[in-house]
């Protein structure tokens, strides 16, 4: 880990790929850390596109949230049960397993961006068919803004979480995180969408 004299910030780079594709190093700007928290910058180039996000780290919860290309897609992931083997170290740092945590919320991050960029009205149709779900079980539901910590969220975001696997193939870490991030990408960029 070195110091940066520039802006005493800690920057970790970590030299494993990413993916075949991506073919540039993940690199990890730790802002602040202590045992209990850590916050910080990701940077990584994708298909030619320069990504940027902020990352939350606690022994228990990773949190990354996407600054460019789209703001404020979210990935996040939760400790397991019975899991011994927390996200950070007692320096602050990401463990061994925070940071493979972070690859898989990154893969997380590329497949939603994918998705958005590649099959926008497919995204939109899936919301719309959750939402007409919870309207026939009489749920009062407004269009981008549900709770995802709500009960009413809980069963959204599960619901979406099932349905992308079973279409896109992939099974994203954080099924809120999953919603948050739908809702946000339909409020923050509605000219990409045909409502």
Not at 120 to 136: D, F, R, S
Not at 151 to 167: P, R, S
Request: charged share 20%; aromatic share 10%; hydrophobic share 40%.
């Amino acid at each position: 880990m070195t110091v940066s004299n520039q802006n005493n910030k800690k920057e970790v780079k970590n030299n494993s790929k990413v993916n075949s594709t991506a073919n540039n190093d993940m690199q990890l700007f730790i802002e602040s850390s202590n045992p209990l928290k850590a916050k910080g910058k990701l940077r990584l180039i994708y298909l030619n596109e320069q990504f940027e996000g902020s990352f939350i780290a606690t022994p228990n919860l990773i949190k990354l949230k996407t600054i460019q290309p789209f703001k404020g897609m979210v990935a996040a992931v939760g400790l397991e049960l019975g899991s011994v083997s927390p996200f950070l170290q007692s320096n602050g740092g990401l463990s061994k397993i925070g940071q493979q945590q972070m690859h898989f919320l990154v893969f997380d991050i590329f497949h939603l961006y994918n998705l958005f960029r590649l099959k926008p009205q497919a995204l939109l149709a899936l919301y719309q068919e959750a939402l007409a779900i919870l309207k026939t079980k009489d749920e009062t539901v407004e269009f981008g803004k549900i709770d995802p910590n709500s009960d009413l969220g809980n069963t959204l975001a599960t619901w979406l979480h099932i349905q992308v696997k079973k279409k896109f193939k992939h099974q994203y870490c954080s099924p809120k995180g999953l919603l948050y991030s739908f809702q946000n990408l339909l409020s923050l960029f509605p000219q990409d969408f045909i409502l």
